[in-house]
């Protein structure tokens, strides 16, 4: 199993009660995007709440990994809508309509960011991040993301056990959260919200090589966290049995 495949597994584990409680709104999941579109255009409340829904969760993410202050994400993410509500007769379809949201959202968090006085912008310090220290952990994935070598800490996650599951949750977002914000974005970006490598590089301006090499790192991170905890386990299970 990929990193990749993972953490999105764990964040739809957390967000399956959040669906459970949408079953009226159900409906728009079999929809065309074109459909989707042509209700947001019409005033369709029940699509503006769907989608509202669909996106909500994801676009804090993204948001508080461009923005410290949660308080602020949560400013920004209302503005997103807003302008998404205010905007969507503008949408030409030259993008997926979420790549269309997500634009909105990234650029807004941006101009937020600069303001708070980080006067360097997101690609300058991306570019920065990724040529420092140029021992690159690249060579431990393959063209597709996965590790070269056995990948030990995934005995946290099982799928039919819950505790198991929220036990990984809790140790991979606090670890993500650690990560420095150039690859902490990028990681969140990539392997939580499912975005390709190019709508990356394109929704934070930054190179297909920057991209690469911080979400390598950023993923190298929480492994390394999963088999230190996997370790530790391992080591307290050793000590208990040791025990007269």
Known sequence: M???????????????????????LSGWAGRTEQELVAALIE????????????????????????????????EVVQETWEAVFKEIRGFRGEASLRNWIFRILVNRAKRVGQKEARSIPFSDRARRDSEDDRRDPVD???????WRSPVHGWRLIDPQ????????????????????????????????????????CELLEISEANQRVLLHRGRTALRRALEAEEARLDGGGAEKGAEP
């Open 161 to 200: 056990n819950e505790a198991m599951n929220r036990q990984g949750l809790e140790l991979l977002s606090r670890e993500l959260s650690k990560l420095p914000e150039t690859q902490r974005v990028v990681v969140t970006m990539r392997d939580v919200e499912g975005l390709e490598s190019k709508e990356v």
């Open 2 to 24: 990929s990193l990749s495949l993972l953490l999105m597994f764990l964040f739809a584990v957390v967000g399956e009660g959040v669906r459970a409680g949408s079953r009226a």
């Open 43 to 74: 005033g369709d409340q029940q699509a503006f709440a769907w989608i509202v829904r669909q996106y909500w969760k994801s676009m804090h993410r993204v948001a508080s990994g461009l923005l410290r202050s949660e308080n602020v994400a949560a």
């Open 140 to 146: 431990e994935f393959t063209g597709m993301g996965r």
